[in-house]
């Protein structure tokens, strides 16, 4: 058996997230079907990231074990030959060691999070950001951010179907810049609990609109209770954008 | 009756192009449908450019005539709640005097057209760039581009359906920049032929893929001859990004 290393592009709007569903259409189930079919193997992939519903990805990284004798790039064309026409792309493909894992070797994520800030409705981005019709101020939006960064106990930005063993996690960036009508949540850690990054959004989103007084944000912080959350952002703004490998360092 | 100057954003995919045609839905048909619903007044579109099927706008710049007493802010709101679920969007309203012309006011019209360039296919891009999988040499394809700027007779890069009255534009900017994997063509002009910008690129793609010499781009406008055109470049990739007027100068 190869281990290959893929990094994966998709637009999450048709799916029902990465991870295979029994109720509707994955990420998952697209590339292990094409890879059956490129290799007559039943396959499982493995990812970095678990994204839900209409979340997109950049640059997911995953791998999948295999039997047949392929060469990396040929196995990527094979995949994207047979994955169309879903909107998913190998984008990168590379034997790595048994014992490299997409999920256990990530040492770090990275999300965007994107957000069109004016009036008028989305038309080109429309599913690819949130649409915030109400003025941002994204300096009070990245000044209130950072009582997010470091090591915290982030059970109000926490879903109730979250399956980590620990609501505790070391924030390494949540930096809101703004450029031109797009404002940008750029995040890393090494890993989040589900939906945080679109919870954490959410609350940077009413201190933006001036709903929430800027010190709030380090409040629903220690409240540590759901009940504290403002609001959780829509999928569609939210992009995996990199995970971090040590030997990539 | 008010002149109204719009600025409409738009997705060209589910278009006919931007003027109104006989057998399929146009831009300029959303909005007189919308002015209509908001007015109650038949009222014509309009506009700086002419955009094919397929080809997408940031900020054209339109006018219709309305008797209606609206103010202009309350007109681009209310054409934008008409216009759902169209891919179309007012991102601007304002009142010009009666004798400005969207199309013929206007003293210079910019593109853009966006290339990926990479082996996989297209995701978050699929309709909204040219994918191009062969590799690029984005300088090759700045340098030839050089040769078109100017003063010429444009008949090579016309469409046999174009209507102006002579083949002789004037070009004042054709450049060719790499960002990463997309290859990106500015083009700007007083005004442009049928299907100009798209056969500029399509045969810089050739000479980018190394099919044509650097050479062959000033040979190919010389021949002032259609059958010389190498490619016309895709819809998808063609975005119409500005219009200038005299007084906004």
Chains 1, 2 share one sequence.
Not at 35 to 52: I, K, P, Q
Not at 91 to 101: A, G, N, Q, R, S
Not at 119 to 144: F, I, K, N, Q, Y
Not at 178 to 201: K, Y
């Amino acid at each position: 058996m190869t281990r290959f290393a893929l990094t994966i592009e998709f637009d999450g709007g048709p799916f029902f997230g990465l991870q295979r569903q029994a109720d509707g259409p994955s990420v998952q189930q697209s590339v292990e079907e094409a890879a059956l079919a490129v290799t007559g193997e039943t396959v499982t992939l493995h990812s970095a990231g678990r994204t839900d519903s209409g979340v997109h990805a950049l640059a997911m990284r995953s791998h999948l074990d295999i039997a047949k004798n392929i060469e990396p790039f040929r196995l990527m064309e094979a995949l994207n030959a047979r994955l169309r026409p879903d909107p998913v792309a190998i984008t990168h493909c590379e034997v790595k060691p048994d014992d490299w894992h997409a999920r256990f070797s990530c040492i770090g994520r990275s999300y965007e999070y994107r957000i069109r800030n004016r009036r008028s409705p989305l038309t080109l981005e429309r599913g690819r950001a949130w649409h915030v019709a109400r003025p941002l101020d994204a300096e009070a939006m990245h000044e209130a951010a950072q009582a997010l960064v470091g090591q915290h106990d982030f059970t109000t930005f926490r879903s109730a179907h979250c399956q980590a063993a620990s609501p505790e996690k070391t924030l390494d960036r949540l930096d809101v810049t703004r450029e031109g009508d797009a404002v940008i949540v750029r995040a890393a850690a090494r890993s989040f609990l589900h939906h945080q990054v679109r919870s954490m959004v959410g609350c940077l989103a009413l201190v933006g609109q001036g709903t929430w007084r800027i010190e709030q944000m380090a409040e629903a912080l220690e409240a540590k209770d759901r009940s504290a959350l403002g609001l959780n952002a829509p999928p569609e703004g939210l992009y995996f954008v990199k995970a971090t490998y040590p030997e990539e360092e």
